[in-house]
Structures are given as C-alpha cells and as structure tokens.
C-alpha cells in the first residue's frame, strides 16, 4: 500500500463539478518554448507566462541539473477543463512566478503522447486517487511520478464542510516538502513507480486454465447493465445515474449477440440504446455527429466536444445495426453524423481532423444551445413545432438554455401531428436549414486540425462499412481517399509516424513514432476497405501495417506493447486490453489477425490469433465487461472455426502430470429455463494426447472410472438431475473395446428451477480418470462455478 505524504491533499474526479470562474480574455502574452510547436493543444497555452518545455529530455536534464521537481500537465485541444485550469492558474503571475522559480514545467499534448499519458495516468490512479484531464502530476526530476490530480482551483475552497485544496498551497506544500523532506518524496515515487510498472505490466495467469468457447460467451453476455428505460451502459446499483459513455465496444459485442436466437430480451434492450441515444442531446440534430458522452443517464446533457474517433465508431455502430434490421432512422444517423464529418473534419487532403472543442467564448456549449427568445426570433410561428419535435419549450440546461433532443420518435410526433413521418421530415428541413444558418454564425468551438494515424483508420473503416451497408461508393470513395493519404504521408519505410500537422508559419509534416493503437486502428481500416471494394491493395497494406505492428510491439506471453521497441523508454511499458471510450489496440489486433487468416488461409496469423487470444483468457472469465472486443473475437473465431484444436491446446501446459485434475478443466453454465426445468451445461476440456472414461464406459470392467458429473447448490447436492451423457469414441482393446471422451465434450445437465432457485452459486462436480495410450492418472473431482 502506498504511503502518502499527509500534507498532500489529492483531489478527486468530483472537484471538476465545481463551477469554474467567469471566463476572462485570454491576454497575449510573450510566447515561450510551446510556440514552436506543431500541437494545436501545445499552442494553446504558448502565450502563457508559465515557462513550458514540450515532454524531451531538455526539461528534465534542467530539473536534474538545477535540483528542481518537475511539474506535468498533460491534456488535449477540446478539453473543457484544461482550458479552465488554463485560464485560472497558468494565466494566473503569481502561479506561473512560482512554478517557473521552483519547477520545471512541461506540457504534453495526451493525443501526441498516449504513452506519457498512459504512465502518468496509471500512476495517479494506482495512488487511489481518479484521474481525468487536465492531469496534473508532480516528478522527480528523473521523471518518476510522486503523486497528481486532476484539475486544481486557483485557491483552496469550501466543499459542504470540508476544504478543497487549492493549486497555490499545494505548490507551497510540494515546495517545502522537496526541502525538508526530500527523501521521504523519492521514497514515495520509488514505490508509486514500482506499482505503476505493475499495473500496466498486467498479467496472463491462469491463462491455459480458462476455456474458450461459446458457453463461455453465452456466460458473460449478461454481465453487462443496460439501461432499461434509457439505454446504454451503466450500473443498476447506482439506477444508472451519472455520467454515461456510449462505449462501443461494449455496444458491438452486446448488438451481435442479440442478434442470437434466444436473445429477444437482449435486442429489445439494444435498440432501447441505439433510439435513446439517436434521439438524446447527445446527438446533434442540426449538424449531425455525436458529442462525447452524457453528464446525466437521459442522454440529454452532454460533454459537448466532438471527437474524431467517437463519431467513427458510432457510425460504424449504427451501420451494424442498419444491416441487421434496416431502420431508416439509423440510416439518417449515419448520413447525418458522415455529412458533419464531410463538411466539417475533413481537409482539403482527404485526411480527417481530430476534434471539436467543447467551448466557445468560453463557456461550454455556447454554439449548439439555444433560447427560447433566439428560436422565436429564427423561426418566428414554426417555432412551435420545433418545441413539439425538439423539447424546446422549456430549459434542460443550466435553467436557461435548451439543448436540442427528440422529444419522442419522430414517427410517434408525427402520428400525434396526424402527418406521415415523411411529411414531418420535410417540414422539419427548412427550419433546421435556418437554425443551423443561424448557428454558423455564431463564434466557433477551436477545431484541432492534426491528423491522427490511428483515428484516421477508425474513420476509413466507418466511411467503408457505411458505403458497403447502405451501398453508397460516395461513402467508399472518402474512405479510399483517406487512406491513399495516409499511407502516403504517415509511413517511414519501416512502420508508421503519429501525427501529421504544421507549426505557425511552417508546412505541415509527419512526427513522432505511432503507437499501438496507430497500428492497429489503420490495419482496422485498411481491412474494412478490402471488405467493401474486394481489391487486393488494400488486404496487401494491411498485412504489411500488421507486419510492422508485430516487428515492433509484440509481448512475451501474447499480446503486445502500446509503445514501439524503438521508441522513448519510460520507466513503465503499457500492456492494455480494457475497452473504454476507445476499444483497446490489443482487442482491436485480435479481429484484426483473424480477419487475416481468414482472408489468407494463412495458418501463422491463426497461430498468433490463438497465442494473443490465450492472454486475454483470464480477463473473459473474470472481468468481461472489460474486454468486450477481445469476447467479440471470440465469438467470431467460434463462428469461423478458427478455435476448432484450441479446447485441447489449452491444456497442455501441465508438465509432468500426476493427477487427472492436470490434464482435464471444466465449465459450468447455465442455459434456458423452460417448464419448470433449467438446463445447464457442463463442458470437458482433456489435453491432446489423453482422454476419459465416458459414461456409460461400455466395458464392466472399468464402469467405477465413468465420467460421473454431480451439480451443487450452495454446497447442497442436487437430489433431481439428468446429466445427458454422451456416447463418447470407441477405443478397441485386448481385454475388451471401451467408450472415452477426448477434446472436449459437452454434457447438458436437467434441474428443477424450484429446487435451485435463489442459488447463489451452482457448482458442477466431475469424478473422472484420464489415460492415455500407456498410462492412466490418479483420479480427481474437477469443479467449476457460476454465481
């Protein structure tokens, strides 16, 4: 456990809910070191008197050299809190004097650096403290992080009845602690260093234990809280309240398997998100294009930047979604969020731009809400079916303003207007035309103009699987353009460069090694581009980027690095697999690799995918909310037979075995419940090269070494079961042929629902005796549980 120093006062995730001070012209002062940068998030703060170095070895061999702690601030161009730190402590003289006379200072842009960010980020987060951005971390001058936060107010304030500490004494505090306390400080990063180098090192344990298989995705499946009234992800316990992300990772995996037989009440809850999230404020319902997520569970309310990435993951969403059920509503989702891309995050290159800001004149949301005073001004007496359509007629933000969102399906306002949807549809296109007229009038959100490689591959696949879905080569044309750039201007020869933008007065160029997510997101893109043109180059680009990722990333044990072997050494290397806002570059890769073996017939990318896939075993099992893209590659390797030898390979690590419990594993799970019975299934996994005796065995001689499968309740034996045998293979013999299972077998199992009802766990106990050809093993009862 950490020890933290106890004058560092951390502040948690809640202080950015604090209202932040009036906004203040921005004065423009003498530039520093950001000027010369190419970042639009590093230029933003170039004219601060705070004396900024870019993350590189100059800042911290000043901090070494004049014995000084360095102060990290990382962020991004749209991040609404960033810029509030910014105008409140880093435009601040007295903050920026003692930052400058005591730190060194360095900013770092978290979309050109993920890696710095991804360290940093950990190491705050492993301190028990949560991390957001800005983030706001304290080093030594040999970079190794002593603690952080989030955003800091100017000065200490009033919080119900205790103190939020403030940026100036926590500098005060920092400063005499490095005095006094120096070696306290290093002893505290030393150990924050150590913990962070283990979490981001993560582990594969118990991989080899875990079997793969379609029970196993049936099983985690549920896992998942959904909305019921609202949509989307979120935990019952809290009556999803709070922030909600669309996370659609988690959203792709959860839309294939409703589309399942036998998952009817999954699909209702699907499309329960896919409307409520269409029809919410989180959408823009003038320009198209989504917002980053939702400060409340309705949807209503958002965090009001636009991302790149997110909006090319929804319409990949959507698209899916439109191909398993046409809904023409989906279909104006797509066409709508792909004409905001088009219009407004598209250069004249055919590249994609990475963000819209959150603010304008500095307050967050200003472009995209309205009064009710502007409305009636606009649309003089169509204002009214604009409330009826759009919720206008009363504020849902900050009391005063209304954020566009679809009061109900368009279809049910229509009916209710006794109109066809059509008729709306046309009648509603002339006064959004003036709305939006009326809006591009307006100061705009600072759009960040740099390329990013890998949320260029997001949005290539999302223009590609839209052209190939709605069969539209528009569509496919964007997106081969796009990546002709690409592939132009953000290789090296040997691999690929992360951003692409120009400092002030210079050409635009490609820097910095990409990462992980580069690699994988690209390859992502360029195989939707083969799927919806069927040309060879793309399939050929996208082995050669899947080349490059496995030369530079791969990880022992499976899986692979975030950062290149070749790049910057930090003192933690990050191994991620958890699919958030973003779906992890590792989860991303295993579709990626079975999509190449399935394309090629090439048995190495199905060997890798199997070897890569193993790493994520015990995450599926344990935590498979987390890891929804790795369940989705499952899934698809089941369907494609790709995992046909996996259940026997998984085995095999058992050296020297003596036990029957070392070459065999069980499963348990549950299935459908029908006429007072509940089936569930118990599945046997034996290592190649063994097998067990079946039941019934088919010799009298060997019948006490049946397989024997008993169910638990709660520790409690099942008195009513029927576990459905199968006949398993004939081995001839001498002394008489016999029946065995070998591979893996699956064993349904019939129980009375009455007697198992309000179980917490069921446990499936397995006595069995495993052989091979020479020799046969100690005979063991193999359990495993579902709770």
């Not at 200072?105 to 705050?124: G, L």
């Not at 949560?130 to 952080?148: A, M, R």
Request: proline share 6%; aromatic share 10%; hydrophobic share 40%.
């Amino acid at each position: 456990m950490i020890r933290l120093l106890p004058p560092l006062l951390l502040v948690a995730v809640a202080s950015v809910l604090l209202a932040a001070d009036p906004p203040k012209e921005k004065p423009k002062g003498k530039p520093n070191r950001l000027a010369k940068e190419s970042s639009p998030y590093l230029l933003q703060h170039a004219h601060n008197p705070v004396d900024w170095f870019p993350w590189g070895p100059e800042a911290f061999a000043k901090a070494k050299k004049e014995g000084k702690l360095v102060f990290l601030s990382i962020g991004y161009s749209s991040c609404h809190w960033c810029h509030v730190m910014e105008r409140e402590s880093f435009e601040n003289a007295d903050i920026a004097k003692t930052l400058n006379t005591q730190f060194v200072c360095v900013k770092v842009d978290r979309e050109e650096r993920p890696d710095v960010d991804e360290v940093y980020m950990t190491a705050v987060q492993v301190t028990g403290t949560s991390g957001g951005w800005p983030l706001s971390v304290f080093l030594l001058p040999d970079g190794k992080p002593i603690f952080g936060g989030t955003y800091f107010p100017p000065e200490d304030k009033k919080v119900g009845e205790g103190t939020l500490t403030g940026f100036k004494t926590i500098l005060s505090r920092v400063t005499a602690l490095y005095k006094d306390k120096k070696d306290d400080l290093v002893a505290q990063a030393d150990n924050v260093a150590k913990l962070t180098a283990e979490r981001l090192a993560g582990t594969a344990k118990g991989a080899a234990a875990i079997p793969l298989t379609a029970a196993l995705v049936k099983e985690v499946t549920d896992e998942f809280e959904l909305d019921p009234v609202h949509g989307g992800i979120g935990r019952a316990l809290l009556k999803y309240r709070g922030t909600k992300f669309p996370r659609v990772a988690a959203l792709k995996f959860l839309l294939t398997q409703a589309a399942k037989s036998g998952n009817e009440a999954l699909a209702k809850l699907m499309t329960t998100a896919l409307d409520q999230m269409a029809q919410g404020g989180i959408y823009d319902h003038l320009g198209g294009g989504f917002h980053r997520y939702s400060t409340e569970r309705t949807w209503t309310v958002p965090h009001f930047e636009k991302m790149l990435y997110d909006n090319a993951q929804l319409v990949d969403l959507y698209a899916q979604a439109y191909q398993q059920k046409p809904n023409p509503a989906y279909k104006r989702v797509i066409d709508e969020t792909l004409g905001f891309v088009t219009r407004e995050m598209t250069a004249p290159d055919g590249y994609f731009y990475s963000a819209l800001d959150a603010d304008s004149d500095g307050e967050e949301g200003k472009f995209y809400v309205w009064t009710a005073k502007e409305l009636k001004a606009i649309l003089g007496p169509d204002a009214g079916l604009v409330a009826t359509v759009y919720g206008t007629d009363k504020p849902n933000f900050e009391e005063k303003y209304s954020i566009l969102r679809l009061s109900k399906p368009l279809a049910d306002t229509a009916k209710d207007l006794k109109l066809t949807e059509a008729e709306l549809l046309a009648k509603l296109a002339p006064l959004k035309a003036k709305l939006l007229a009326a809006r591009g009038k307006r100061n705009r959100p600072f759009l960040d103009t740099k390329l990013i490689t890998g949320w260029n591959g997001q949005m290539i696949a999302a223009y590609a699987k839209a052209g190939k879905v709605l069969k539209n080569p528009e569509y496919v044309k964007v997106a081969e353009k796009a990546a002709t750039f690409v592939l132009d201007k953000m290789t090296n020869g040997n691999g690929l460069y992360r951003t692409y933008g120009a400092a002030p007065g210079g050409k635009p160029t490609a820097k910095g090694h990409a990462f992980l997510d580069d690699y994988a997101y690209l390859a992502h893109g360029l195989l939707a581009l083969h799927d919806a043109t069927g040309e060879k180059e793309w399939l050929t680009k996208a082995r050669q980027v899947y080349g490059w990722q496995t030369a530079k990333f791969t990880a022992e044990g499976g899986g692979y690095f975030n950062t290149p072997k070749d790049g910057e050494k930090l003192f933690a290397r990050g191994k991620d697999s958890y699919d958030g806002a973003q779906p992890s570059a590792n989860g991303v890769s295993l579709g990626n690799v079975l999509r190449l073996w399935k394309l090629t017939d090439d048995e190495g990318y199905r060997q890798r995918f199997e070897a890569d896939l193993r790493r994520f075993a015990p995450s599926m099992k344990t935590e498979p909310t987390a890891v929804p893209q790795a369940l989705a590659a499952l899934d698809s390797a089941l369907t494609l037979g790709a995992l046909q030898d996996l259940p026997t390979r998984l085995a095999e690590t058992a050296k020297n075995p003596t036990s029957s419990a070392d070459v065999v594993k069980v499963s348990l799970s549950p299935g459908n419940l029908a006429d007072g019975l509940e089936t569930y299934e118990v599945t046997i996994y034996v290592a190649k090269g063994w097998h067990v005796y079946a039941n019934p065995v088919g010799n009298d001689t060997l019948a006490l070494s049946a397989t024997v499968v008993e169910i638990r309740a709660d520790g409690k034996k099942l008195s009513f079961h029927q576990p459905a045998y199968p006949k398993g293979v004939k081995k001839k013999s001498e002394s008489g042929d016999y029946n065995v299972y070998e591979g893996s077998v699956s064993i349904p199992v019939v129980l009375s629902h009455d007697e198992i009802k309000g179980a917490k766990a069921m446990t499936a106990k397995v006595k069995l005796t495993a052989c091979n050809d020479k020799v046969c093993l100690k005979p063991a009862t193999v359990t495993a549980t579902v709770k």
